[in-house]
């Protein structure tokens, strides 16, 4: 498990390392929930003054400075967990700016600059699974840095996902580099999936006597059937085997978006049966929480795959098409992220003028 949520407090206060002692092994972030973080509270105010004072308006240039720090401090709390792991886990995630995300040359750009100074083996820089973020995907696994590629909906986006990291390893042993030393986790949203399926169920009631059989089932069985294609990539005998002969890793599937938006199901449904080897939950506190108390631990993720891959068929069958779900969704996660990104700054760029105005 690793934890969905970063922010000053949740460093300084020791919140982070109460975490850690429980299990959590990770950690993600995105503009959203750094967004919240730093317009939430005075928690950033004292940085910001002393950024004030170097008469630097950026907003850009302001908001990498208060997140550069905390993805650094918490890096390093991880760093042992990182150790002890054999560099499994210990990792902490900080995004490429998501407006970005459909050019391929800025965003490798960014994540080499971001990489290089955090300077920490720890830390994954997140890439989104567009069509032009897979080439940099590509590019940045070749030279070494470690990618957390986001916003995957679909399981032929995973495939392109593997390939590209695939390809990447290749580069990176071609070049003379160490495969051994890099790292990768492909960032599976599932909840959201659900919450759109059901949408449009919710407007076919009463169209097939089967629709309302098809509630909540689309996620999982998304998930599932992407960590068939997990295995199946990554098997010892396939094109990956030399490729872990020289040390390297799989590419581990992170199911991410796994809080429960519909009240009515159950608050573990996206974590009990997603659980099985080589994979990552990652999961907001209260999501943690209701693990912590009443999960049932146990390799679930390769039951009932036909089912799967029937539920999927079923959908298709009553006019759902997954390629058009997750295409919509790809697209409203990255402006999603966009909006949050200029939030922030917009946020940012009034508390400086607040602290200005104190000042005088």
């Not at 308006?57 to 990182?82: C, G, K, N, Q």
């Not at 693990?291 to 390769?302: E, G, M, R």
């Not at 919509?328 to 992220?337: H, I």
């Amino acid at each position: 498990m690793w934890c969905d949520n970063l922010g000053r407090t949740m460093i300084r206060s020791g919140e982070l390392r109460r975490l850690i002692d429980l299990g959590i092994v990770g950690i993600t972030s995105n503009p959203t929930i750094f967004m919240k973080a730093i317009s939430g509270g005075a928690e950033y105010d004292e940085q910001l003054e002393n950024l004030l004072s170097t008469g630097d308006d950026d907003p850009v240039s302001t908001y990498e400075r208060l997140v550069l720090s905390d993805i650094a401090e918490a890096a390093d709390i991880l760093r042992p967990v990182y150790e002890r792991t054999g560099r499994i886990d210990g990792f902490v995630s900080l995004e490429v700016n998501p407006k970005l995300a459909y050019d391929t040359g800025a965003t490798v750009a960014e994540a080499r600059r971001l990489f290089g100074e955090l300077d920490r083996p720890n830390v994954f820089i997140k890439v989104p699974a567009t069509d032009e973020g897979v080439p940099a995907i590509e590019t940045l696994i070749g030279e070494g840095i470690n990618v957390n590629v986001t916003l995957i909906f679909s399981v032929e986006m995973h495939e392109r996902v593997m390939d590209a990291y695939l390809r990447g390893l290749r580069h990176l042993r071609a070049a003379g580099g160490d495969v051994s030393t890099v790292a990768s986790v492909a960032s599976f949203f599932v909840s959201r999936v659900d919450t759109l399926v059901d949408k449009l169920l919710e407007q076919k009631r009463g169209q097939a006597s089967e629709v309302n059989s098809l509630f909540g089932k689309a996620a999982v069985a998304n998930a599932q059937i992407a960590y068939a294609k997990f295995r199946d990539r990554f098997s010892g005998s396939g094109e990956f085997g030399a490729l872990a002969s020289l040390g390297a890793r799989v590419q581990r599937p992170l199911w991410a978006s796994t809080s429960t938006k519909n009240p009515n199901y159950p608050d573990t449904m996206y974590v009990d049966p997603l659980i099985g080897p080589d994979t990552v939950n990652t999961l907001p506190p209260q999501t943690i929480d209701a693990v912590l108390d009443h999960a049932t631990p146990a390799v679930t993720i390769d039951r009932d795959l036909d089912a799967a891959r029937s539920h999927m068929g079923r959908l298709e069958q009553v006019g759902i098409s997954m390629k058009a779900v997750t295409d919509q969704l790809t697209r409203e996660g990255v402006d999603a992220f966009a909006q949050s990104f200029d939030e922030l700054l917009a946020n940012l760029s009034r508390k400086k003028q607040e602290l200005q105005t104190v000042r005088r």
